[in-house]
């Protein structure tokens, strides 16, 4: 089992900036794969940012340039620093991890509101 526990998001507006955080807990020895993914009702989830455990990035051309996923492999936890936000970016943004032997698990979700 592995349990993800989200927090930082919150209501803010255009051009402002948010701070997600994500801390992993569990059995296990290692995080093969952390990130965020987002969802606006209706539509499917969508990939926002990845990082491996060697800290290779992956980004959504959405958020290239705004958005900066790092992650603390000591404490299991991953970040997402959300800046320059739009009202596009709006949407509940879930916690992802990937683990070895244990497969995928998906934080409960935090919601991310931003006005113009």
């Known amino acids: 089992q592995v349990q993800l526990v989200e927090s930082g998001g919150g209501s803010v507006q255009a051009g402002g900036s948010l701070r997600l955080s994500c801390a992993a807990s569990?059995?296990?020895?290692?995080?093969?794969?952390m990130g965020w993914y987002r969802q606006v009702p209706g539509n499917q989830r969508e990939l926002v940012a990845i990082?491996?455990?060697?800290?290779?990035?992956t980004y959504a051309d959405s958020v290239k340039g705004r958005f900066t996923i790092s992650r603390d492999n000591a404490k299991n936890t991953v970040y997402l620093q959300m800046n320059s936000l739009k009202p596009e970016d709006t949407a509940v943004y879930y916690c992802?991890?990937?683990?070895?032997?244990?497969?995928?698990?998906w934080g409960p979700g935090t919601q991310v509101t931003v006005s113009s």
């Open positions: 992802y991890v990937l683990v070895p032997r244990r497969g995928s698990s």
């Open positions: 990082i491996t455990e060697s800290k290779m990035t």
């Open positions: 569990g059995s296990f020895f290692s995080i093969t794969l």
